[in-house]
């Protein structure tokens, strides 16, 4: 397993409850773009439509060497279809309704085989207050290192 790409800022925005682990249809060229790279996970979206599962706002530009020719009309953001059973879809789309719960996209990596997979997370946005006390218990733990190294 390769770790190509990690959404870190949603380890710190949200709280995480469960995991998938799931495949993504993709083309020849966005293949090649992903495994030397070229993807952002930032600014994704989870949406189920019609018992499928879809990603929207993943940013894979198109792969260096490929002739514009071969890709007309390329988007880089388009919706791409993950590939779940449909226990688990229906198993996501159940806790997706409860309030406050999102589906995010922390992970983009390379498996067995040299199939992409994407790591699916449940969970809820942390307030402020919980971020800022994470913040505190981080400098501490850092300043207690910091102090047994002293001594």
């Not at 996501?92 to 992409?116: C, S």
Request: no cysteine; aromatic share 8%; proline share 3%.
């Amino acid at each position: 397993m390769k770790l190509v790409t990690k959404n870190k800022r949603a380890y710190f925005d949200y709280e995480i409850s469960n995991d998938y682990v799931a495949g993504i249809i993709l083309q020849w060229h966005e293949v090649k773009s992903i495994k030397s790279g070229h993807i952002n996970i930032q600014d994704t979206i989870i949406s189920i439509q019609n018992s499928e599962i879809r990603i929207l706002g993943m940013d894979i530009p198109l792969y260096g060497k490929t002739s514009p020719i071969l890709a007309p009309n390329y988007q880089a953001k388009k919706k791409r279809k993950l590939l779940l059973n449909k226990k688990e879809i229906s198993k996501i789309a159940a806790q997706l309704d409860k309030p406050g719960m999102v589906a995010l996209a922390l992970e983009v990596y390379i498996a067995r085989g040299g199939f992409i997979k994407v790591k699916i997370w449940l969970g809820r946005l942390k307030k402020k207050i919980e971020k800022k006390q994470l913040l505190k218990e981080k400098s501490i733990e850092k300043e207690m290192r910091k102090e047994a190294k002293q001594y």
